[in-house]
């Protein structure tokens, strides 16, 4: 267990409205990812952070930002939802830089399932 | 970029028996790590197996085992004395081993494998 919790679990917003999605970790990993499941598609990085403050686009970022201020917490934000937002989200942490003997594994948190409505 | 392939988007077993989930892979990379994922109805994304690619021997946890064909970019997962409760959506992963990729996963579509009592 890697520690990583997401909130909220479930959340359901009209288009429109902005929704913020948090990951937190208690390891103090370097790296973050944010990742959407659809049906179809697997899993797709959206964005991730390489530090605080230090973060990149993914394959599919267009209409997501985030931003991590401190080590523990990644945000991802929706500015403005869209029905095309509505997806199951998952934050996951890396254990490269951590570990003496490194595994590379990632590790997921419980993921956040969100409907825009 | 690295591209992933499932072409199983479902496969079923009967209990006790064995079955091989299939995946390809497209990189120019030499050195990288491969991963198989399951993720039950729970929703949790829990790593199966990993594969370091400079590694020949195909790695074995328990009833799991992979044959990895670097050659072919082949990377399957064999599940033998199949159990109900291996029943779930299985992915299959890439991650570069270079730093410069930033650990990031590249996903396939996914195996939907059922275990039938």
């Known amino acids: 267990d890697a520690g990583i919790t997401q909130s909220p679990r479930h959340k359901v917003t009209e288009t429109g409205t902005p929704v913020t999605l948090r990951c937190h970790q208690t390891?103090?990993?370097?790296?973050m990812y944010w990742y959407r499941q659809d049906p179809g598609h697997g899993l797709r990085l959206i964005h991730y952070?390489?530090?605080?403050?230090?973060?990149d686009k993914g394959e599919v970022s267009d209409g997501y930002s985030v931003s991590r201020s401190k080590t523990e917490d990644f945000l991802l934000t929706l500015e403005s939802a869209t029905s095309s937002q509505t997806s199951v989200y998952f934050c996951?942490?890396?254990?490269?830089?951590?570990?003496?003997?490194?595994?590379?594994?990632?590790?997921f948190g419980p993921g956040t399932r969100l409907t825009v409505l | 970029a690295q591209t992933v392939t499932q072409s199983q988007p479902e496969m079923s077993v009967q209990e006790a028996e064995t079955v091989t989930l299939s995946c390809t892979y497209d990189t120019s990379e030499s050195d990288y790590y491969l991963f198989w994922y399951k993720q039950p109805p729970s929703r949790q994304m829990i790593l199966v197996i990993r594969?370091?690619?400079?590694?020949?021997q195909n790695a074995t946890e328990n009833r799991f085992s992979v044959n990895f064909q670097k050659a072919a970019k082949s990377f399957s997962l064999k599940i033998s004395d199949s159990q109900l409760g291996d029943a779930a959506m299985y992915f299959c992963?890439?991650?570069?081993?270079?730093?410069?990729?930033?650990?990031?996963?590249?996903f396939g579509k996914g195996t939907l494998l059922t275990v039938n009592p």
């Open positions: 992963a890439y991650r570069s081993a270079s730093g410069g990729s930033n650990y990031k996963l590249t």
């Open positions: 996951a942490i890396s254990t490269r830089e951590m570990r003496v003997i490194s595994y590379n594994e990632q590790f």
């Open positions: 390891e103090n990993h370097r790296y």
């Open positions: 594969q370091e690619a400079y590694k020949q």
């Open positions: 952070s390489y530090g605080v403050k230090d973060t």
